[in-house]
């Protein structure tokens, strides 16, 4: 699977929108961006998935630039409870298992 | 609730001990997988059930380790003469046969403490 690479931390203010960067310059042809996040104490929660078309849903949007080497997740009005470590993670359509890096920690301040 | 469900949350052990863990799946997931993710990282694949099979097996899984899924649905993971370097979180997770790329349902694990 190809490695992604985030921002080790980022801040947002409550109310505004929370741009999540992931670069994955390495992605191949048949490999899927996962979105994923973590809230202390809990498993990871799937937020959204794509493979070359922009997606949304009632959580999230994921753009997906034309070369497919980087995404953004973006939460549109983010709230504290946002606040988790966020993992990009890419898959290859098919597989089973997804692999999971550092991640971003997101704190939404008030 | 028709989550992934882990039991228990919590589980002390003194070093030596055997432990294990259940899940339960999402109904109908065929797919099953263990991940341990210990403080500060990320989650690390164990091993991964398609229906009763285990398909694959992660380096991590030592011969100390085993997972079972009998009949398909729930699933164990065993550890068995446990060391303090096995303090984690134990996550299971499980995805639907209905598209090759269904995404992973995550429990809220089994946080582990050896002692």
């Known amino acids: 699977d190809a490695k992604t690479t985030q921002p080790p931390s980022m801040d947002c203010a409550e109310g505004r929108a929370a741009n999540l960067p992931c670069n994955h310059s390495t992605i191949s042809g048949n490999e899927y961006v996962y979105w994923y996040r973590q809230i202390h104490s809990q498993g990871p929660q799937y937020i959204i998935h794509?493979?070359?078309n922009n997606e949304t849903n009632e959580m999230a949007s994921l753009i997906i630039t034309e070369d497919r080497k980087s995404s953004t997740l973006i939460l549109p009005h983010a709230t504290l409870r946002d606040t988790a470590v966020y993992y990009c993670?890419?898959?290859?359509?098919?597989?089973?298992?997804?692999?999971f890096g550092q991640g971003t920690r997101l704190t939404i301040n008030p | 609730d028709t989550g992934v469900s882990q039991n228990p949350r919590h589980k002390i052990t003194k070093r030596g001990q055997n432990v294990t863990f259940r899940c339960d799946p999402i109904?109908?997931?065929?797919?099953l997988y263990w991940y341990r993710q210990t403080l500060g990282q990320g989650p690390e694949f164990l091993t991964y059930f398609q229906n009763e099979a285990q398909l694959e097996k992660s380096r991590l899984l030592s011969d100390r380790f085993s997972a079972e899924r009998p009949k398909g649905s729930f699933s164990t993971l065993e550890i068995q003469r446990t060391e303090q370097g096995d303090s984690a979180m134990y996550l299971c997770?499980?995805?639907?046969?209905?598209?090759?790329?269904?995404?992973?349902?995550f429990g809220n694990g089994t946080r582990l403490t050896v002692t």
């Open positions: 993670i890419v898959r290859v359509g098919g597989a089973q298992k997804l692999v």
């Open positions: 109904s109908e997931h065929n797919r």
């Open positions: 794509g493979l070359k």
């Open positions: 997770a499980s995805s639907s046969r209905d598209s090759y790329n269904s995404p992973l349902h």
